[in-house]
Structure formats: C-alpha cells, structure tokens
C-alpha cells in the first residue's frame, strides 16, 4: 500500500482542527478519547505530519459542532473562483459569536420602516 507524505493541506487542516479544540477549551487528550483516536494521532493531525482519516474529520467535525467546511477554509484561499470573503468571514466567527450576529439580525428585520 502506497504512503501518501502529508501536504500543506493536511497542516492547514491540522492547524484548524487544533484551532477549534483550544477555542471550544479542550485538551488534545479529551478530544482524541471522545472521538476514539490515540491522542498521539490526533497531535500529528494537528501539526499536520499525518494525513487525516475523512472518518476522524467528520467526528472531530461533529463533536466541536463546527461544519467540515470550516476546517478546508485556508486550503482553498489562494483561488480566483473562492474570492467570497463572506463565506470565509461567517466561517471564522465563534458559535457565540454567530449567535449573537443572527440575534442582531432578527432584531433588524423586526424594525418597522
């Protein structure tokens, strides 16, 4: 079976996933047991010297409530057809932080011209 050397994706990834984890105040170790990885594994993903299972994405994903998109965000910056800074903007954004953006929004829309 071939071996596929990780890439600057897999570090911008990896560079996400930790990014997220600390924010939502975790320690590598609690993730790695709540998604059923060895935290030794989970510590190359985020320094992005290990590919990353799809699988182990979509559980990191799923436990830290964050949509997969957000972790592919800094992979795709550098091309002319992903030039929408909302997107990237939104995807920035801490769930309190979005929460409290659509709560101005409902009030906005509440407003009476």
């Not at 299972?53 to 992903?82: G, Q, R």
Request: hydrophobic letters at 40%; one cysteine or more.
């Amino acid at each position: 079976m071939a071996k596929f050397p990780p890439t600057t994706i897999d570090y911008l990834i990896g560079q996400r996933i930790q990014q997220k984890r600390k924010e939502k105040g975790y320690t590598a170790e609690l993730l790695s047991e709540l998604v059923d990885i060895s935290q030794p594994q989970l510590s190359r993903y985020e320094r992005g010297t290990n590919k990353i299972n799809v699988a182990h994405l979509v559980k990191i994903a799923n436990f830290l409530e964050t949509p997969i998109s957000y972790f592919f965000t800094d992979c795709m910056l550098d091309k002319a057809w992903n030039n929408d800074k909302r997107d990237r903007y939104w995807q920035e954004l801490s769930n309190a932080q979005k929460d409290i953006f659509v709560a101005f929004l409902d009030a906005v829309r509440q407003i009476k011209a």
